[in-house]
């Protein structure tokens, strides 16, 4: 059986594993209204972060060593152009100036509710709204239509992760060693992080959550 083959299969196996025994919610910290399904989430998260610290991060430190600066910010600057293509039809679609957009913020725009929060496996926080605009923005990656080979997009792609982890390479190890409840952290970041985006900035409504509390202090 080819290696991706038994990759994939050990992966599906944990998955299954880690969605029957789901992780309980620490002592302290209160239920959010948004995250219905926390205690499946956070067995998601735990999957990811193990994912994270035992294959991208020691990726990512040997990219970072490999790699000269200058190599890494033209890699950076690649596919940060190439999203600029697909902003721009985002911003068509919404009537917007040139922002940073994509198939979620649309359909938010468009007046679809976000949905109960959702984590999901290798691609992080989301929603259910969200959900369905990642399976969009994939579906209308041209990068991946205008290569036909399969080996070359797949490289292509797991440059892509490698270039977007490397990013905040320092800041996930500032995170991991705060004394806070990460996954509530990074909910409460995404959940506000993302109506701030689909409202512009404006803050013509009431905030989804208060400020948030470590639970440990």
């Known amino acids: 059986m080819p290696f991706l083959a038994k990759l994939k299969r050990w992966i599906l196996l944990y998955l299954v594993t880690t969605m029957v025994g789901c992780a309980s919610i620490p002592a302290g910290v209160q239920p959010s209204p948004q995250d219905p399904w926390e205690p499946f989430n956070r067995s998601v ?6 994912l994270d610290a035992y294959v991208l991060k020691p990726v990512v430190a040997g990219y970072r ?27 068509l679609l919404q009537g917007k100036e040139k922002h940073k957009e994509d198939w979620g913020q649309t359909f938010g725009v468009w007046g679809i509710p976000s949905g109960p929060y959702v984590v999901l496996p290798f691609f992080g926080p989301s929603n259910v709204r969200d959900t ?86």
């Not at 060593?65 to 911003?91: C, M």
């Not at 506000?192 to 409202?199: D, E, S, T």
Request: no cysteine; hydrophobic share 35%; aromatic share 16%.
């Open 45 to 50: 998260f735990e999957f990811n972060e193990g």
């Open 65 to 91: 060593f490999v790699l000269p600066e200058f190599v890494r910010d033209g890699i950076y600057n690649f596919f940060s152009n190439y999203s600029d293509i697909y902003t721009a039809l985002q911003n």
């Open 132 to 217: 369905f605009g990642t399976a969009a923005d994939m579906e209308s990656d041209y990068l991946f239509r205008l290569l036909p080979d399969v080996a070359l997009r797949n490289s292509i792609t797991g440059l892509r992760v490698v270039n977007a982890r490397n990013t905040y390479y320092e800041a996930g190890d500032l995170l991991d060693g705060a004394a806070i409840d990460k996954y509530s952290f990074m909910r409460d970041a995404y959940i506000q992080r993302r109506q701030y985006q689909i409202n512009e900035g404006r803050d013509d409504e009431e905030p989804l959550m208060p400020p948030y509390q470590n639970p440990y202090e």
